[in-house]
């Protein structure tokens, strides 16, 4: 069966939620990237080239170290497993590494060894010469058993491992093949962003993520259509034993296949920049969400997601939290009923996001217990002054402790599916204390909005979000509805319209 529905939105904040309690183990091929930027104004006069004037330069983490630092930079942890040269290219990245805050003590330095490193020079922001250095060869006999020694060290801390094989000899002569057999005995999921024709080294793992160009190489036979990709991941699946194959297709998305159901996610349009590392933000975005309990697919959409924001950068990049949140608001749109029904981190998470994308978040808050037009007339008016409207939804023991025993008449999950639906809601968050300050605080929403029957000082939260430069506007309310009074019919055996 082929699937072309998104998964639904509220999984993907949930796993997001979640990140910060991962730890990915990554094992690889460590780069040092370096770019050097300037301007050509002149050809040499020893040779018809062009001569390129510094204007500075940066050095990044590139291979498997893009990531680990993909990883940390969506707030997880990482242990990035290697050897690497005694040289000054090593140094350095066992020093960056260090720095992101990653945990090296599972990095080998070996003498003799060379450490890869590339050197792109760009003029103007268009690359013009790229310069590598680098000897690639298989781990010696000592490397090797100690590389395993480290391996297995660390995996009892790890929730879930990345293979990261940029074909420079750290997973060449069966090295891949002996850790995801490790992985499979500890019952780890591994993931492969593989190299090469001979996907056989990998087999056993969980899965594997090659582009399209890739999988087609691995199968001997060029790949495009929907139908192709699934015949060729299905082909690889039956040969080498993976439970699935995750398919980068550059402009057309990504497809997750399985021996029986594939999906098939689209991408968002966006100005390509630089694909640099676009494959490393992918692997480690799904490894974070598959670890943080997402499904395949889901996981594959928040690596999309992923993928779509690097791209639009230049240089071997990495993201955030927020703007992974972001690229989720962008392909779904607005979110819908109970997908708008978030908690406090994934709310603070989607405010951030707007407000990157330079739309107003306004707030506003109560019981809402049973919905009349009054609060209907409110949510109208508040969603009027802002882009975005977030409502502060009082938990039932909440409500309980304000309006007495008898109350609330409809539950917190009632209420709140109930509110997510309006067209003026973009999104629910319940709380539990007595007022929304809390929350509030941690929104920092740009409007405050309130009913008219309250004054500016006594709207809780109103000098929190002046003092962020903020605002309060109270509404009009409309005259004689209220929930109480609608109960107090209902108990009278009164009419309710």
């Known amino acids: 069966m082929i699937n072309h529905n998104p998964p639904s939105p509220e999984p993907l904040h949930r796993a997001i939620a979640r990140f910060g309690d991962v730890t990915v183990l990554v094992v690889g091929d460590l780069i040092l990237d370096r770019f050097v930027n300037g301007v050509i104004e002149r050809i040499s006069p020893e040779a ?20 680990v630092a993909n990883i940390v930079s969506l707030g997880a942890h990482a242990i990035p497993v290697s050897v690497i040269g005694a040289d000054n290219a090593g140094d350095s990245l066992a020093r960056m590494l260090g720095e992101l805050g990653a945990d090296t003590a599972g990095l080998v330095k070996q003498r003799g060894r060379m450490t890869s490193s590339k050197s792109r020079f760009s003029a103007l922001n268009q690359q013009v010469l790229r310069f590598d250095e680098e000897e690639i060869k298989p781990l010696g006999e000592v490397e090797r058993a100690e590389l395993i020694r480290r391996f297995r060290d660390a995996l009892q801390r790890a929730d879930i491992v990345v293979l990261s094989d940029y074909g420079k000899g750290i997973l060449l002569d069966g090295v891949a093949a002996e850790l995801i057999a490790i992985c499979r005995e500890a019952g780890k999921p591994v993931l492969v962003d593989p190299k090469g024709r001979d996907y056989a080294r990998y087999a056993g793992a969980t899965a594997v993520t090659p582009n399209r160009k890739e999988l087609g190489e691995a199968v001997g036979r060029a790949v495009f259509a929907d139908d192709e990709i699934v015949a060729a991941a299905r082909e690889l699946i039956a040969a080498h034993g993976f439970d699935f194959v995750v398919a980068t297709r550059s402009e057309k998305g990504m497809s997750v296949v399985g021996p029986d159901e594939a999906r098939h996610i689209a991408t968002q349009a966006r100005e390509v920049f630089d694909v640099s590392g676009a494959g490393d933000t992918v692997i480690a975005t799904f490894a974070l969400a598959l670890a943080a309990g997402a499904d395949p697919v889901a996981a594959a959409s928040l690596a999309n997601a992923a993928g779509g924001v690097v791209v639009g950068k230049r240089g071997t990049a990495r993201l955030s939290v927020e703007e992974l949140t972001g690229a989720l608001f962008r392909s779904h749109g607005p979110t819908a009923h109970k997908d708008a ?19 107003s978040v306004g707030f506003t808050n109560g019981c809402f217990d049973i919905l009349h037009a009054g609060h209907v007339s409110l949510l109208h008016a508040a969603r009027a002054q802002c882009d975005r409207l977030v409502l502060g939804l009082n938990s039932d023991a909440s409500v309980r402790k304000l309006k007495g025993p008898g109350r609330p008449v409809n539950d917190q999950h009632d209420r709140a599916c109930v509110l997510a639906a309006l067209a003026s809601v973009d999104a629910v968050v319940v709380f539990e204390e007595d007022t929304p300050l809390a929350l509030i605080e941690a929104l920092l929403p740009d409007i405050l909005v309130k009913g008219a029957d309250y004054t500016i000082d006594t709207v809780v939260g109103a000098d929190v979000v002046q003092k962020a430069g903020g605002r309060v506007v109270l509404v009009d309310l409309v005259a004689g509805k209220s929930t109480t009074g609608t109960i107090g019919k209902m108990r009278a055996g009164g009419s309710i319209n």
């Open 48 to 67: 018809p080239i062009p001569v390129l004037h510094g204007r500075g330069e940066s050095t990044a983490t590139g291979g498997a170290g893009n990531v």
């Open 341 to 359: 029904i978030l908690d406090a981190a994934s709310a603070a998470r989607m405010v951030a996001a707007w407000k990157a994308e330079g739309l």
